[in-house]
């Protein structure tokens, strides 16, 4: 049973590209948890998705952010026009609500942004 | 809303040796989860050790136990015979009752250097 599957690993984006961010969740599961982690710092809830719904997104900035986890395929964070403040470790865990008390983390994906 | 404070940067201890990384939270709720989470330089989230606020008996997985104190909103963690290999950063982490989701709240991290 592979476990949650993050791409890229890393990933490099000059000011103001696109950056896509994948995340794949372990196999039966359907809620899906994006953090970010800045340099130095612990990590920070952004988003909870399920399928096709946003949860929570208490923790997502207003703008050039956006996440979505769709019927079929991977959940997708999303960063438009990337500034040098948005360079982090981002990950996703995944969780099924059916009595279990884990939730289990993906390996992350840099971003530098230069 | 939840919080998370852990108020040692760093630690280091001796190989062998037993260490104890404080964790204080703040919560309205009665049943919730906490955790403690290691990253090591792989940056992976490795899952330590479990505890559910609704059981009074410590959590403890192999050399790892707890101290929970749940009047006084404590979680402290205690390494006993430590390891090279627990060489890492350890985080703190506060869960409200799975059913509403895992959404965890993380404190800033300790980082734990054992050294031989």
């Known amino acids: 049973n592979a476990g949650v599957m993050q791409n890229p690993r890393h990933l490099v984006r000059r000011r103001g590209q696109e950056a896509r961010l994948r995340c794949s969740p372990m196999?039966?599961?359907?809620?899906v948890y994006w953090y970010r982690q800045l340099p130095e710092e612990g990590l920070k809830f952004m988003v909870y998705?399920?399928?096709?719904?946003?949860?929570?997104e208490s923790g997502m900035p207003k703008e050039r952010f956006s996440a979505e986890f769709p019927k079929e395929g991977p959940s997708i964070l999303r960063i438009q026009q990337v500034v040098r403040g948005d360079s982090a470790a981002y990950f996703c865990?995944?969780?099924?609500?059916?009595?279990?008390?884990?939730?289990?983390f993906g390996q992350g994906t840099r971003l530098t942004v230069v | 809303a939840q919080t998370v404070t852990q108020s040692q940067p760093e630690m280091s201890v001796q190989e062998a040796e037993t260490v104890t990384l404080s964790c204080t939270y703040d919560?309205?709720?009665?049943?919730?989860?906490l955790f403690w989470y290691k990253q090591p330089p792989s940056r992976q989230m490795i899952l330590v050790i479990r505890?559910?606020?609704?059981?009074?008996q410590n959590a403890t997985e192999n050399r790892f136990s707890v101290n929970f104190q749940k009047a006084a909103k404590s979680f402290s963690l205690k390494i006993s015979d430590s390891q090279l290999g627990d060489t890492a950063m350890y985080f703190c982490?506060?869960?409200?009752?799975?059913?509403?989701?895992?959404?965890?709240?993380f404190g800033t991290g300790t980082r734990l250097q054992v050294f031989p």
């Open positions: 865990a995944s969780s099924s609500i059916r009595g279990e008390t884990e939730a289990f």
């Open positions: 998705l399920q399928k096709e719904n946003i949860i929570d």
């Open positions: 919560t309205s709720e009665n049943n919730y989860y």
């Open positions: 196999k039966g599961h359907s809620h």
């Open positions: 982490a506060f869960m409200k009752h799975w059913r509403e989701g895992h959404k965890l709240i």
């Open positions: 505890q559910e606020a609704y059981k009074q």
